[in-house]
């Protein structure tokens, strides 16, 4: 059974929105997913393969999130930017850390200099050398990203409450900006350049302002055909796009982005108890879940020959192994952030 109409409304005090958790969780499924069909299993069709691809767009509703889940927690509590970068970066960074760490001791997690790469990841100078951005997983370019917009939240916030409804505009139009820079320099092509964050300001952004928009009250109402055709349409021109390569493929975010959302919006209007459950599950160990993923791939399909239709069994092993331990890695954490807690506390 699917609905016709998806109505989020606003208002409440300390409301919890599940659509947005269950948009979350969509998408880091569908990004370990491309991971794992992309870089682990060698005898999946190329045309899957391609497929998946979508899958990585799900970074996009990352930044989303982001944004709406910083701005809700900050209308309802406001915050100085001291201490509000002290409860990101230990909420973030020390598992990240952690995870790094662990890398560092596997020797075919990297196979440039450990020590360095290690050390660019704690320092989080990495952000600034491509030789480093990506060590000891591809997926950690999202962090430098992630930190970069942690730094200048709480200055957005002020801007934001200067500009009213101009700030989306003026956002989306810094993005652009940025991709027309990028695409014609040809920056866009080295990483660290493609995932600076005025590269995915707007849509940072965009979760601040459904956020304000909530909280004061106001829904939000999209219906069954609408949601599908902005997914397709989306979808296309961001495959087109990607496929195209080159310059194209640095605007093609805007369409990828409203796609991705829309696909995730309309599956949620099913109403199929498991399919909420299991996405909100995941969403509940999102972070951990990315951080853990790729550790877990690289070991099981180094450490397990494979070939063939095993190949597949052993895909589903690991991704079932990555949830389990990022499961008990979240467990692990929130026991870290209780005891600090208690520290600063008492």
Not at 45 to 59: C, E, H, L
Not at 118 to 125: A, D, Q
Not at 268 to 279: G, I, P
């Amino acid at each position: 059974m699917i609905n016709n109409e998806l109505k989020i409304s606003g208002g409440g005090k300390n409301k919890h929105y599940e659509v947005i958790s269950f948009v979350r969780g969509f998408s880091i499924f569908t990004i370990v997913l491309m991971h794992l069909l992309q870089g682990y299993i060698k005898s999946c069709p190329s045309i899957v393969a391609k497929a998946a691809a979508i899958g990585g767009t799900g970074v996009h509703v990352f930044f989303f999130c982001s944004g709406f889940g910083l701005y809700l927690s900050y209308l309802r509590k406001p915050i100085g930017f001291v201490d509000f970068m002290k409860k990101r970066l230990l909420k973030i960074y020390v598992p990240y850390i952690i995870i790094i760490l662990i890398s560092a001791f596997v020797p075919f997690m990297f196979n440039g200099n450990r020590i360095q790469a290690f050390l660019s990841h704690l320092f989080l100078y990495k952000m600034f050398i491509p030789e480093y951005e990506s060590s000891f997983g591809n997926q950690f370019w999202f962090i430098s990203t992630l930190i970069q917009l942690y730094i200048v939240f709480i200055p957005l916030c002020k801007v934001k409450k200067k500009l009213g409804k101009k700030f989306f505009l003026i956002t989306f139009c810094i993005s652009v900006a940025w991709w027309i820079f990028t695409g014609i320099t040809g920056l866009c092509n080295e990483r660290i350049w493609g995932s600076f964050f005025l590269q995915y300001l707007w849509e940072f952004a965009l979760g601040m302002m459904i956020a304000q928009r909530l909280e004061e009250g106001e829904s939000i109402e999209y219906n069954r055909k609408s949601l599908f055709l902005i997914a397709v349409i989306g979808i296309t021109i961001a495959a087109i796009a990607s496929l195209k390569g080159g310059v194209l493929n640095t605007f093609n975010d805007l369409f990828a982005m409203s796609g991705y959302l829309s696909l995730s919006l309309f599956i949620y209007l099913f109403e199929y108890n498991w399919v909420r459950k299991l996405f909100l599950f995941i969403s509940s160990i999102s972070y951990e879940l990315y951080l853990v993923h790729v550790l877990v791939f690289k070991i099981i399909f180094t450490i397990i020959p494979t070939s063939g239709k095993v190949e597949y069994l052993i895909a589903v092993f690991a991704f079932v192994l990555a949830v389990m331990i990022a499961y008990i890695y979240s467990i692990f954490i929130n026991k870290i952030m209780k005891n600090k807690k208690k520290i600063i506390c008492g």
